[in-house]
């Protein structure tokens, strides 16, 4: 069920930020650098965990909070391997939210609930969108095909995605998947999100921990030139690059799912995007590179965002597009 | 480049009609009836000529002139095997416009302008949207992803497309995929779009020629149970059936794309869509059906999505947004 027209904004309230602007919690792109500039500027940074060591995720806290006093979270994917020591962490460092990923949102929960921190997972399907508000998260991300990284293997678009979850639970929705400006905001939240999340967008800012040679390819990308892929192991979107070519080469070669994960091989997306290998990594982003045309601060993206929905006339349609 | 704000909505000015609501040309589905319904509504009608023997369009074009003295239009599929004879009957019998898909706009648009004839074309990227406007085409339908039927190879979903489209023509641009009601509306709109075409959702109308087990079918189709596939011969999306299933277990057995092509074969869409057969044929819709609940005269799909535009602030937008 949508939130009423004349209900106020529930994500700013629940997160205590400004604008309902989250900014992704990627792996080797949002480090604190990023994560405390975004929640600096009025949205909401994450940290994101998933590329971290358990020392690394702690340092990297401890710098967000001396760097912003404001609201800010950590990305857990809930596979991660070494989960508890990363859980330990956010409980003691006192994290006021976690978003949780890729895994079932039962399991760690109510911990993280009881002591005091709000839980927000992610997901690709309105199935999936029940199964979590059933589990008692705060909110939900509802991410569409089109966003980059690993994604639902049954490929349903922002635009259809939305409505679909909207209808389904009860909690804040914040959209995820081909959004980036002021516009795509506005759309979403017109489908009826109360938040959008964007990855993408803020991979190409300064603060973003990604190799510049990276962030180069990223705004070079054109449209058509990603594709969600390896859905045999676990479905992401990459750029069309020389690895991606091997994997098309071994998809027309019939290749068997255990001469896919071979091929994939362990740390490709660090080789990619952290490293700036780009021929041999894999390059996870979004279909809306192709919108993106420079690097810049995360605070001027955030505001430049902020003016673009206010401009679109955002703020009238109701109290729930209000901030 | 965006229509500016304050200017009006061409695509009401160019069809001449109400609101820039456009019904989908889709074979099996779209005869005179519903095209006729849909026009006298204040939208937009089309003919969906893919699916038609030259006289059958003949008597569908006749039919619907003598049921509605609004502004309606045919679909032409450029590679129509018989395409001479559907534009003899367009400009013989006066039809104000025409939609054309899955072909090269060149040959045909300045032979169809001179009779006094819009010419629209179908796009799944901007690329093609450019080379559209190059061939001098009055306006474009940008068609994302997660459309039914046939689609475009590069999976630009909707949310996507519409910016990138708007980036680069002047030319109006109408929105399609995902799109059903008053809120998609709204946010193709916010995009930059000047109108909205809308296919599943018309599948579902009582003046809609599909069969009804089929559009009952269309009904209970959840999220995640349509796939755009086949794409080595010509890319559809389609419901999961036993049909389907086969073309699941001839990838798996690693198919070649004569064997796929066998498989498939001759008349599947007109056997699921037309005939009802609902195991052996081709069901196309798009991934939006999860959201259809029932099936409603055409009439009435217009004025109810009017109704929840303008309940949603659309017409409070700006001048583009007003009908």
Same mark, same amino acid.
């Given at each position: 069920?949508?939130?009423?027209?004349?209900?106020?904004?529930?994500?700013?309230?629940?997160?205590?930020?400004?604008?309902?602007? @989250?900014?992704?919690?990627?792996?080797?792109?949002?480090?604190?650098?990023?994560?405390?500039?975004?929640?600096?500027?009025?949205?909401?940074?994450?940290?994101?965990?998933?590329?971290?060591?358990?020392?690394?995720?702690?340092?990297?806290?401890?710098?967000?909070?001396?760097?912003?006093?404001?609201?800010?979270?950590?990305?857990?994917?809930?596979?991660?391997?070494?989960?508890?020591?990363?859980?330990?962490?956010?409980?003691?460092?006192?994290?006021?939210?976690?978003?949780?990923?890729?895994?079932?949102?039962?399991?760690? /929960?109510?911990?993280?609930?009881?002591?005091?921190?709000?839980?927000?997972?992610?997901?690709?399907?309105?199935?999936?969108?029940?199964?979590?508000?059933?589990?008692?998260?705060?909110?939900?991300?509802?991410?569409?095909?089109?966003?980059?990284?690993?994604?639902?293997?049954?490929?349903?678009?922002?635009?259809?995605?939305?409505?679909?979850?909207?209808?389904?639970?009860?909690?804040?929705?914040?959209?995820?998947?081909?959004?980036?400006?002021?516009?795509?905001?506005?759309?979403?939240?017109?489908?009826?999100?109360?938040?959008?999340?964007?990855?993408?967008?803020?991979?190409? /800012?300064?603060?973003?921990?990604?190799?510049?040679?990276?962030?180069?390819?990223?705004?070079?990308?054109?449209?058509?030139?990603?594709?969600?892929?390896?859905?045999?192991?676990?479905?992401?979107?990459?750029?069309?690059?020389?690895?991606?070519?091997?994997? @098309?080469?071994?998809?027309?070669?019939?290749?068997?799912?255990?001469?896919?994960?071979?091929?994939?091989?362990?740390?490709?997306?660090?080789?990619?995007?952290?490293?700036?290998?780009?021929?041999?990594?894999?390059?996870?982003?979004?279909?809306?590179?192709?919108?993106?045309?420079? @690097?810049?601060?995360?605070?001027?993206?955030?505001?430049?965002?902020?003016?673009?929905?206010?401009?679109?006339?955002?703020?009238?349609?109701?109290?729930?597009?209000?901030?």
């Amino acid at each position: 069920m949508a939130a009423e027209k004349n209900q106020g904004n529930r994500i700013t309230e629940l997160f205590s930020i400004e604008y309902p602007i @989250i900014q992704g919690g990627m792996i080797w792109c949002a480090g604190w650098e990023l994560a405390s500039a975004v929640s600096e500027a009025g949205g909401l940074g994450i940290i994101g965990s998933g590329s971290m060591y358990p020392d690394v995720l702690r340092e990297h806290i401890t710098k967000c909070k001396a760097a912003t006093s404001k609201s800010f979270a950590v990305n857990l994917p809930l596979l991660y391997p070494d989960i508890d020591k990363h859980v330990e962490s956010i409980i003691e460092l006192e994290v006021p939210i976690v978003f949780t990923s890729a895994g079932s949102p039962k399991i760690w /929960t109510s911990k993280l609930q009881s002591h005091g921190i709000k839980v927000v997972h992610v997901v690709s399907s309105a199935v999936f969108a029940a199964k979590s508000e059933a589990a008692g998260v705060d909110a939900v991300v509802a991410e569409g095909f089109e966003a980059g990284g690993h994604n639902g293997r049954e490929e349903t678009t922002t635009m259809c995605l939305i409505p679909s979850v909207i209808d389904t639970v009860d909690i804040p929705v914040i959209a995820a998947g081909g959004l980036y400006d002021g516009n795509s905001m506005l759309a979403a939240m017109v489908l009826g999100a109360e938040g959008v999340q964007m990855g993408s967008r803020f991979v190409a /800012t300064e603060e973003s921990s990604a190799h510049i040679e990276f962030k180069k390819t990223v705004l070079e990308t054109g449209e058509g030139a990603t594709s969600l892929t390896l859905k045999e192991l676990t479905p992401v979107r990459m750029i069309h690059n020389a690895f991606y070519r091997k994997v @098309i080469e071994a998809y027309e070669a019939k290749a068997s799912k255990e001469e896919l994960a071979e091929l994939l091989g362990r740390g490709r997306s660090k080789q990619g995007m952290f490293e700036g290998k780009l021929d041999e990594g894999e390059l996870e982003i979004g279909q809306i590179a192709s919108m993106l045309s420079a @690097i810049q601060p995360a605070g001027k993206v955030v505001s430049d965002i902020v003016s673009q929905y206010r401009e679109a006339g955002g703020c009238s349609l109701g109290k729930r597009f209000e901030f």
